[in-house]
């Protein structure tokens, strides 16, 4: 079955560590997206990339990095200098075709601080 | 700045009922727009695209008003299996800086 795959499902940080969350997809989509969900919150877009070894940051890209070597894979490392890490992260992908931007999302990953 | 906005409920309907919520807009640039579904700590899923002045499937109805910038969400003869947090989104172009979320309307049907 196509799809998106998030892991791990929970992840816990400890102060000062750097963590990455897994996301592959075999839909053969262009575009992949990372956001983050606070509670009562909308998402909101940390990274994005449209093409391979290229990605553009989004509306709160500091303390995040990513990498897209692979048209399937596009991790997300969670850096010790994101202070408040807490969240649901959910990584998406598009065709990328313009208007149509419907988003196919990976069934997210929890990240608490211990 | 780009916004939209939705009541965040939570909407209590009984079993059977109808029920429309609204999503307002503040771009007035935006091209096309979604509904998306979330279960409680799942993924969203796509539940209607609208393009023009709405969309039918089944028991869910959109229907867009451009003049005033908002975007509805009717659902008919509602099911238990309805309850969920619906996401408004706006599409306004230009790639993933385009989409902008709500922060969803909370529905709870009751039996």
């Known amino acids: 079955d196509g799809g998106i795959t998030q892991s791990p499902k929970y992840l816990f940080r400890k102060e000062g560590q750097n963590v990455t969350l897994s996301c592959e997809q075999n839909l053969n989509h262009d575009a992949m997206y990372w956001y983050r969900q606070d509670p009562g919150q909308g998402l909101r877009l940390i990274y994005y990339?449209?093409?391979?070894?290229?990605?553009q940051k989004g509306d709160i890209a500091e303390g995040y990095s990513v990498s897209r070597e692979k048209k399937e894979s596009f991790p997300l490392t969670v850096t010790s200098a994101q202070k408040n890490p807490t969240a649901f992260y959910l990584c998406?992908?598009?065709?990328?075709?313009?208007?149509?931007?419907?988003?196919?999302f990976g069934s997210g990953t929890q990240l608490s601080v211990l | 700045r780009k916004e939209v906005e939705q009541d965040p409920g939570p909407f209590n309907v009984p079993e059977g009922a109808t029920v429309a919520f609204n999503c307002t807009y503040s771009?007035?640039?935006?091209?096309?727009f979604f509904w998306y579904r979330q279960d409680c700590r799942k993924e969203p899923k796509l539940l209607m695209s609208v393009y023009s002045s709405g969309n039918e499937d089944g028991r869910f109805t959109a229907q867009l008003n451009r003049a005033s910038q908002y975007i509805s969400l009717l659902i008919r003869d509602s099911k238990l299996s309805d309850s969920a947090t619906y996401l408004c989104v706006a599409y306004s172009g230009g790639g993933a800086d385009g989409l902008t979320f709500g922060k969803g309307t909370h529905l709870i049907i009751q039996p």
């Open positions: 990339s449209q093409i391979v070894n290229d990605f």
């Open positions: 998406a992908s598009s065709t990328n075709g313009g208007v149509n931007e419907k988003l196919f």
């Open positions: 771009n007035s640039a935006s091209q096309s």
